[in-house]
Nanobody, 125 residues
Framework: QVQLVESGGGPVQAGGSLRLSCAAS????????MGWFRQAPGKEREFVAA????????WYADSVKGRFTISRDNAKNTVYLQMNSLKPEDTAVYYC??????????????????WGQGTQVTVSS
C-alpha cells in the first residue's frame, strides 16, 4: 500500500506564501504523476496542479496560474506546492494525489489512485 502524507499547511495572511509537501511511502511507487487538489467547505474537490514524473509536464488550474508552482523530488518521492500571493479564496483543505499508471486526465480526481489525508490552508484578509 502507498501512503501519501501532506505537511506545510496552516494559517497565513493574504499576500503571504506557504509551501506544501507530500511524501509518498510504502511499497514501490512508480509515481507516474502526482497532483494537488483542494476542497473548501460546501464545495466539491477541485484540481489545483499536477506534474508528470517523466518530462516534467505540469498543469495548473486557471485560478492559481502564476501564483502556485508544483515541483517534485523523484529521489525522495516527494511533491511540493509553492503557493505565493495567497488569497482568502485559496482557503481549503489541500490534498495530495498520486497515480502509478495512466488512469485518465490528471486534472480530474479519477486520474489518481492514492490520496493523502489533507492539510488545512487558511488565508485571512
Amino acid at each position: 500500500q502507498v501512503q501519501l502524507v501532506e505537511s506545510g499547511g496552516g494559517p497565513v495572511q493574504a499576500g503571504g506564501s506557504l509551501r506544501l509537501s507530500c511524501a509518498a511511502s510504502g511499497r514501490t511507487f512508480n509515481s507516474y504523476a502526482m497532483g494537488w487538489f483542494r476542497q473548501a467547505p460546501g464545495k466539491e474537490r477541485e484540481f489545483v496542479a499536477a506534474m508528470r514524473r517523466s518530462g516534467g509536464s505540469t498543469w495548473y488550474a486557471d485560478s492559481v496560474k502564476g501564483r502556485f508552482t508544483i515541483s517534485r523530488d523523484n529521489a525522495k518521492n516527494t511533491v511540493y506546492l509553492q503557493m505565493n500571493s495567497l488569497k482568502p479564496e485559496d482557503t481549503a483543505v489541500y490534498y495530495c494525489a498520486g497515480a502509478d499508471i495512466y488512469r485518465g486526465s490528471l486534472t480530474a480526481t479519477t486520474g489518481y489512485e492514492y490520496w493523502g489525508q489533507g492539510t488545512q490552508v487558511t488565508v485571512s484578509s
